[in-house]
């Protein structure tokens, strides 16, 4: 078996559930503590958490506002997938079509944020009439 189990130098599949945790972990710690755009995403997906509690909006919007907070995170991980994918292949030297790659892929982000940003402005746009002084 291709393994260092000292030094975590794992190359083969996952023996057990346990390990394949151990290192779904590792990929959530490094996502959580080493992408500030990340936390950034996580932050906004709080402050949606708290206009939802503030405004009790119900079960259906509640569906749509986390829909929109969970694609927003996962454009993020697949992004970050993308650059640790790119800085393996390419290094640490210019290259054009990484760039187009990583550009594309922060990019899709962006429109992702977009997306859900209408659809929290559409699912919450009656609960905020009901805060305006009639
Ligand atoms: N090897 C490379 N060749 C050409 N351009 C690169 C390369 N690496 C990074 N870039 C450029 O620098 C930008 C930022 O790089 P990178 O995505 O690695 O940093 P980041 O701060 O983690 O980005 P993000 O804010 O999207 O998470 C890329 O969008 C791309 O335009």
């Not at 990929?27 to 009790?56: D, P, Q, S, T």
Request: proline share 3%.
């Amino acid at each position: 078996m291709i393994m260092d189990s000292k030094n975590k130098r794992q190359i083969t599949k996952n023996k057990n559930f346990a390990q394949a945790l151990g290192h779904a972990w590792d990929g959530f710690y490094l996502i959580f503590f080493r992408e500030r755009n990340f936390r950034i995403h996580l932050v906004a997906m709080a402050l949606v958490i708290i206009a939802g509690l503030v405004l009790w909006v119900n079960r259906t919007t509640w569906l749509w506002l986390l829909l929109a907070c969970f694609l927003v995170l996962s454009a993020e991980i697949l992004n970050t997938l993308v650059e640790y994918l790119v800085d393996l292949m390419v290094g640490p030297r210019f290259d054009p079509t990484a760039k187009k790659i990583k550009d594309i892929a922060a990019g899709g982000v962006l429109f992702t944020a977009g997306t859900a940003a209408v659809i929290g402005v559409i699912v919450l746009w009656p609960y905020l009439g009901s805060l305006l002084p009639v």
